[in-house]
């Protein structure tokens, strides 16, 4: 092998995954190379390698929601089974004991009437074991001063972080990231975000899109920047039949532009 093929075969490519696990390259569009056989060529160590393609790419709006069955902190979860009619939020957290996700799960435990009014479940994951999280559950109910009310799935085996792309290699490629999944009730995925692991989420955020979603599942609107329920909504521009106009919002409505209509919120 001359220098050159040996420098071409010897150079990690970013653009495969040799150098992370098979869990670490879910979510991700990449060429999966399975390691086979290392052979020697002056001197040095060449792994030959045999290429699977694999279309592994990341959860997209409008996709169904994989479903899995994963122990918990409140017993076996069958995720579709578990979530019925209901909206779900599914959140990860890099690791167990760790300060951000701790108050993260208070914060969610809080606000869980709130969730419960819109008719949402919640439940956290991380790639830890159960028995971990219940030791952690400790922690978070003492020092953020409330009771831990929604489960939390265990991960040890990855199966959850690699069915909804939560490993990102570049940024850590055994934790998972502080992703964030709203599912309605036709098991549909409509909302994803992706947190940093030092940046805690805004869960005020988080139902005010639920609120956002079930508004305009359900009303001819869409909302507007900053909008939180109760305020002035937009009028969809496909809808242009005044009578129709008239019907939907008896309250009236104002025209910024043709394409820019407001409302009050139809259904307060």
Known sequence: ?????????????????????????????????????DVRSRGHTIRRTESKEKNLMAIQLGDIAP???????????????????????????????????????????????????RNVKVIAVSVDDVASHKKWTADIEETQKTKLNYPILGDPDRKVATAYGMIHPNANDTLT???????????????????????????????????????????????????????????????????VLKAKFPKGYTVVRPYLRTTPQPNK
Not at 4 to 11: C, F, N, P, S, V
Not at 104 to 116: Q, R, S, T
């Open 177 to 243: 990231v502080r992703s964030v999944f709203v599912i309605d009730p036709n098991k549909k995925v409509r909302l994803t975000l992706t947190y940093p692991a030092a940046t805690g989420r805004n869960f005020d955020e988080i139902l005010r899109v639920v609120d956002s979603l079930q508004l305009t599942d359900s009303h001819s609107v869409a909302t507007p920047a900053n909008w939180k329920d109760g305020q002035d909504v937009i009028i969809v521009p496909s809808l242009q039949d005044p009578e």
């Open 67 to 117: 479903d899995f069955t994963q122990d918990s902190t409140e017993g076996p979860i069958h995720f579709h089974e578990w979530l019925g009619k209901s909206w779900g939020i599914l959140f990860s957290h890099p690791k167990d004991f760790t300060p951000v996700c701790t108050t993260e799960l208070g914060v969610v435990a809080k606000l869980k009437p709130e969730f419960d009014k």
């Open 1 to 37: 092998m001359t220098p050159a093929e040996l420098k071409m075969h010897a150079r990690p490519d970013p653009t495969h995954c040799r150098d992370f696990t098979r869990e670490a390259c879910a979510g991700l569009s990449l060429r999966c190379i399975e390691p086979s056989l």
